[in-house]
């Protein structure tokens, strides 16, 4: 089964930037879709972002497109989030997904 732990996350002024990482242990997830999520208090985890196995294949939601970056690399069994130009609308806890496992999370907020 695989462990993932997320890090980087923070207090960030509106048009700042993060890089959130996710690093997994206990097998590899170079044969893995894996995913950003992130969910506000009372309401449903969203996805935020997901890339593919050798990374050539990358989704963002249309509210990150343009603003945030997704990235791997398979032989640090990682995955990275680069978040620009943050608003308020960002302040969530992000979770990294894959291999059917979820990372505990990392809050981030953005606050002037």
């Known amino acids: 089964q695989v462990q993932l732990v997320e890090s980087g996350g923070g207090l960030v002024e509106p048009g700042g930037s993060l890089n959130l990482s996710c690093v997994a242990s206990?097998?590899?997830?170079?044969?893995?879709?894996m995913a950003w999520y992130r969910q506000i208090p009372g309401k449903e985890r969203e996805l935020v972002s997901s890339?593919?196995?050798?990374?050539?294949?990358?989704y963002y939601a249309d509210s990150v497109k343009g603003r945030f970056t997704i990235s791997r690399d398979n032989a640090k069994n990682s995955v990275y989030l680069q978040m620009n130009d943050v608003n308020f609308e960002d302040t969530a806890v992000y979770f990294c997904?894959?291999?059917?496992?979820w990372g505990p999370g990392t809050q981030v907020t953005v606050s002037s």
């Open positions: 997904e894959g291999a059917r496992s």
């Open positions: 206990g097998r590899t997830i170079s044969n893995e879709v």
């Open positions: 890339i593919s196995q050798t990374g050539t294949i990358t």
